[in-house]
């Protein structure tokens, strides 16, 4: 069974940063996409950005140049860098991982999730 913990959200003053963890139990990244998504009150759960099977990330328009993905395969590890946030980028932020999956840009297309991280950006 696949367990996936995030932590490091908070509240943060709008052009702040803050750096997401998400750590994985009961397997290893290295042979699936990994990937965020938000979700924020009344709305659908999106894709935030991710890290393919091959260790290449990708990110939504929406937080491209603000927003960098990276993973630490021996520590079953991957983390969000986020800066230069907005309001708009307030939400629950969940890890969720796509087994045996190159890219996971879809949340019909992930196996587990996380139980979210909160992030709220006061403007």
């Known amino acids: 069974q696949v367990q996936l913990v995030e932590s490091g959200g908070g509240l943060v003053q709008a052009g702040g940063s803050l750096k997401l963890s998400c750590v994985a139990s009961?397997?290893?990244?290295?042979?699936?996409?990994i990937s965020w998504f938000r979700q924020a009150p009344g709305k659908e759960r999106e894709f935030v950005g991710g890290?393919?099977?091959?260790?290449?990330?990708y990110y939504a328009d929406s937080v491209k140049g603000r927003f960098t993905i990276s993973r630490d395969n021996a520590k079953n590890t991957m983390y969000l860098q986020m800066n230069s946030l907005k309001p708009e980028d307030t939400a629950v932020y969940y890890c969720?991982?796509?087994?045996?999956?190159?890219?996971?840009?879809?949340?019909?297309?992930?196996?587990?999730w996380g139980q979210g991280t909160q992030v709220t950006v006061s403007s």
């Open positions: 969720a991982v796509g087994l045996g999956a190159w890219i996971l840009t879809s949340a019909a297309g992930a196996d587990f």
């Open positions: 009961g397997r290893t990244f290295s042979s699936d996409a």
């Open positions: 890290s393919s099977r091959g260790g290449t990330e």
